[in-house]
């Protein structure tokens, strides 16, 4: 034909598909706009840019595309053709010949065919079940965040002399570009037994570990650093919670007796010790603190002319550090500090040695009228809303993923049977974590049944929508086993990749379904010939997608650099969807389209084409013999 005549009947051929294939891949992400939480505000985004992208290329595809391949295409045989397009044209040739071989001997075993099918559904949701599952992943972003404890009872001074020891390990490191270090009480740290390390790893090219494994060899060297513990993790571009904890992941026990908490917390914290899949158990329970109470008898200190507030004031003046004056200089402030000597401020017996003005300016002893005594008090109470709480926190250990570890924390809870009162849960990440788990399959259920609804409404056929998504299976057996290969969560980002997979994967099927529901309206065929006529006539523009979308998303899945691991998940996904789905789905759907054909007869329902496909369907579709690359 003309250029012109032949861009025109390909539009009309090809319209009511990619109407299909448009609305249908719209549908996927209609009930990612109504999800809630942290997880709905990053899909809601993903879901409009994507629809959008898609209803612009729906258009164009309709409009434009014609107009070009009128104006672009040459008429067979008025110019030459080259030694390329010739191999590739026989090596193309190869090809659906050999498919039609391979769908001949399909059809003789369809049955055998089917049962695959359902093999693939069966070892979707067994991969699912054993995959780990994560939240997101674990990003290398340069920077490292930790933690030093001491002591309960250490001072500011052993607290910062300890963490700088621990600053000159790091400093040594050949990842690290530079540490920053803040020691003892301040607005986010409220005792002063720790210390807040911060350091920066040198650029990407400039260091041949990632950030974890630095982590990972820095725990090894800061270990021979006595009376210290030291925490690190990663901090990532996307958290959840504002809880700034030792480790990365937080299980909060609460409880309404503070007694009781504290006899339990200990206990969940050395068997949450025990399981392999954690490392760097730490809990803020900090309850072991020594102190000296002083008692004041008030008769005897009235007695002798003292009052409660003389005793507080000089109380702080030897202990609390008051600043009693100011020198100003040419160019700087110095404050002028009231304390005691350091070899008083040390010494328990320095109390005794204390006298508070009395009456008259007379100089009374302080153990004159009190009394002290040394006990172990809590240094920090934690609450969680209105109770007290203990706060376990946690880093995962190598190849575990977040799932695993909840499973395991959850069945250690259950096991030690503690009393109803107390309550465990998980916090920040580990929280938001479990709410997606739950959510999760119901939403992969939703965009199927979305799906289901439009092609039910596009072809007016409750049968044929089945046939279409029936090559999920195969693309959910290929992004799952690619994760695992790749040693991947199915994290949230995974997720992500295998909806954008359940609109891609689909269009398969629609470009068979479509033009084999014509060739028997319009032709008159039976349904095995027109679905044989249909997959070696849309052969082509299958290969031709399916390859486009998989060199898509190869740079995604393997491309490197800052910030390449939150990507990765979602292309090989994708990757690993297409590669299973494009071979198997060339078999397996044409078998179920033959069964579901059969029962469709079998109830009494012929197919009655739509409305859109009457209008886009004006002239007969091309036999397979008047077909290009046809085989008959």
Not at 106 to 122: E, P
Not at 183 to 209: C, I, M, Q, W
Not at 328 to 351: G, I
Not at 572 to 577: L, Q, R
């Amino acid at each position: 034909m003309p250029p012109f005549e032949a861009a025109l009947k390909g539009a009309g051929q090809i319209g009511f598909t990619i109407i299909s294939i448009t609305f249908s891949l719209i549908a996927v992400f209609i009930p990612l706009f109504f999800m809630g939480g942290i997880i709905g505000r990053l899909f809601r985004e993903f879901a409009v840019t994507v629809s959008v992208a898609v209803v612009a290329s729906a258009v164009v595809s309709l409009t434009l595309t014609p107009v070009l391949c009128s104006l672009f295409l040459k008429e067979q045989g008025l110019h030459p053709v080259g030694r390329f397009n010739r191999a590739a044209e026989r090596f193309f040739d190869w090809m659906i010949g050999a498919y039609d071989r391979g769908l001949n001997f399909v059809f003789r075993h369809q049955f055998a065919a089917l049962m695959s099918a359902f093999l693939l559904m069966l070892a979707t949701g067994f991969l699912y079940v054993e995959i780990p599952k994560g939240f997101f992943p674990q990003q290398d972003t340069g920077t490292v965040f930790g933690e030093v404890d001491t002591r309960q009872d250490a001072s500011f001074l052993t607290t910062a002399a300890t963490a700088h020891k621990v600053v000159d390990i790091i400093r040594q490191d050949p990842s690290v570009g530079g540490v920053f270090m803040l020691a003892g009480a301040y607005a986010y740290n409220p005792t002063e037994n720790a210390a807040r390390v911060f350091f920066a790893l040198k650029p990407f090219n400039e260091r041949s570990d990632t950030a974890e494994q630095a982590v990972q060899r820095l725990r090894q060297k800061v270990s021979v650093v006595q009376g210290a513990k030291f925490f690190m993790q990663v901090p990532q571009n996307i958290t959840v919670g504002g809880r700034l904890s030792r480790t990365q992941y937080q299980y909060t026990l609460t409880d309404t007796d503070d007694e009781e908490l504290n006899h339990w917390a200990p206990i969940l914290e050395d068997e949450t010790r025990k399981l392999p899949e954690l490392q760097d158990v730490a809990s803020d329970q900090q309850n072991a603190a020594p102190t000296m109470t002083i008692d004041v008898d008030r008769d005897t200190a009235y007695r002798l002319g003292v009052s409660a507030s003389l005793i507080d004031q000089t109380l702080y003046d030897a202990f609390g550090q008051r600043q009693i004056a100011t020198i100003y200089t040419a160019t700087n402030q110095y404050k002028v500090v009231l304390e005691l000597q350091p070899q008083f401020r040390d010494d328990r017996s320095a109390l005794s040695k204390i006298y508070v003005a009395g009456q008259n300016g007379a100089q009374v002893p302080l153990s004159a009228f009190a009394h002290f005594t040394s006990k172990v008090t809590p240094l920090s109470v934690s609450h969680q809303g209105v109770f007290p709480a203990v706060t376990l926190s946690f880093n995962l250990a190598p190849g575990v993923a977040l799932g695993q570890a909840v499973e395991k924390i959850q069945a250690m809870a259950d096991r030690l049977h503690a009393p109803p009162t107390l309550n465990g849960s998980f916090q920040g990440t580990a929280q938001a974590f479990q709410a997606s788990l739950s959510s999760m399959p119901m939403l992969v259920a939703a965009a199927i049944l979305v799906v289901y609804i439009v092609l039910g409404v596009l072809y007016e056929s409750y049968i044929h929508p089945i046939t279409i998504l029936s090559a999920l299976p195969s693309a959910g057996v290929g992004a799952l086993l690619m994760l695992l290969l790749c040693h991947y969560d199915l994290s949230v980002i995974a997720i992500v990749g295998v909806i954008l997979l359940i609109g891609i994967v689909k269009k398969n099927a629609i470009m068979m379904i479509d033009f084999a529901l014509q060739a028997e309206r319009l032709e008159g065929k039976s349904p095995q010939e027109a679905i044989h006529q249909a997959c070696l006539l849309r052969f082509r523009p299958i290969m031709m997608t399916t390859f486009a979308a998989l060199f898509g998303a190869m740079p995604i899945a393997f491309g490197q650099g800052a910030g390449s691991e939150l990507r990765q998940p979602l292309g090989i996904a994708i990757v690993g969807g297409l590669l299973v789905s494009q071979w198997l789905t060339l078999y397996t759907t044409p078998v179920i389209y033959l069964y579901l054909e059969r029962f469709s007869r079998w109830v009494g329902r012929p197919y009655r084409p739509s409305r859109v496909q009457e209008a886009l369907s004006d002239r007969p579709r091309p036999a397979l013999a008047e077909s290009r690359h046809g085989a008959e």
